[in-house]
């Protein structure tokens, strides 16, 4: 099993539709976790923090279930400039360190 | 800016040539991380450094491959006699420490070896 899975998709919505991504992470004791968003030939850039409460920033939900080793990001009324490729990102204690962990990332494709 | 700052920005080099890729992290972030990412792919960990410990070197490819961090804070990465397939981005980024803290990338050091 991959330390973090997402589902690459591509996901074709139209503008103003709600979609969710989720991911999964393999290690129990991982102790941080993050949505980045990556544009075409651009660095990844923090979209936000997942906490444990789950958190809202705008039309952007985050949530982590550590029982079931999951983080989902929800987006409502989709942009077109919510196309991009989404990250998530697990931060891990381990023998040689922290590791940050990157997931492939989930293309998200927003057209009118 | 107050950003992750790498250099070059852009840099095609032989085969066989020696390159080295520069970051300079955001002053006062003690952890400091180098990705790779070949195009259409997912980031591939190079190494980690924090503070005055011992990197991480578990993600460098091969022997080819080494970074240092001078004074804890600047970074470079070298890659010794290059190959085709060494072509990619390389990110750098930095975070306050390495627990839990945000992440910052730079906009990276696009290699291309022709």
């Known amino acids: 099993r991959k330390e973090v899975e997402q589902d690459p998709g591509p996901f074709n919505v139209p503008e103003g539709a709600t979609v969710a991504f989720n991911c999964t992470y393999s290690?129990?004791?991982?102790?941080?976790f993050f949505w980045y968003r990556q544009d075409c030939r651009k660095e990844p850039k923090l979209l936000m923090s997942v906490y444990s409460s789950g958190n809202e920033d705008g039309r952007f939900t985050a949530q982590l279930n550590r029982a079931s080793q999951y983080i989902s990001l929800l987006i409502r009324d989709s942009k077109l400039s919510d196309s991009a490729t989404y990250l998530c990102?697990?931060?891990?204690?381990?023998?040689?360190?922290?590791?940050?962990?990157f997931g492939k990332g989930t293309t998200l494709s927003v057209s009118s | 800016g107050a950003g992750v700052s790498q250099s070059p920005s852009n840099k095609v080099t032989e085969k066989g040539k020696d390159v080295e890729l520069r970051c300079d992290p955001i002053s006062g972030h003690t952890a400091l991380y180098w990705y790779r990412q070949s195009l259409g792919q997912g980031l591939e960990f190079l190494i980690y450094f924090q503070g005055n410990s011992a990197p991480d070197k578990s993600g460098l490819p091969s022997d080819r491959f080494s970074a240092e961090r001078t004074g804890g804070s600047v970074s470079t990465l070298t890659i010794q006699r290059t190959q085709q397939e060494d072509s990619a981005v390389y990110l750098c980024a930095s975070s306050l420490t390495g627990s839990g803290n945000t992440i910052y990338f730079g906009e990276g050091s696009w290699l291309t070896v022709v």
């Open positions: 290690n129990s004791a991982s102790q941080s």
């Open positions: 990102v697990v931060l891990t204690f381990n023998q040689a360190g922290t590791a940050l962990i």
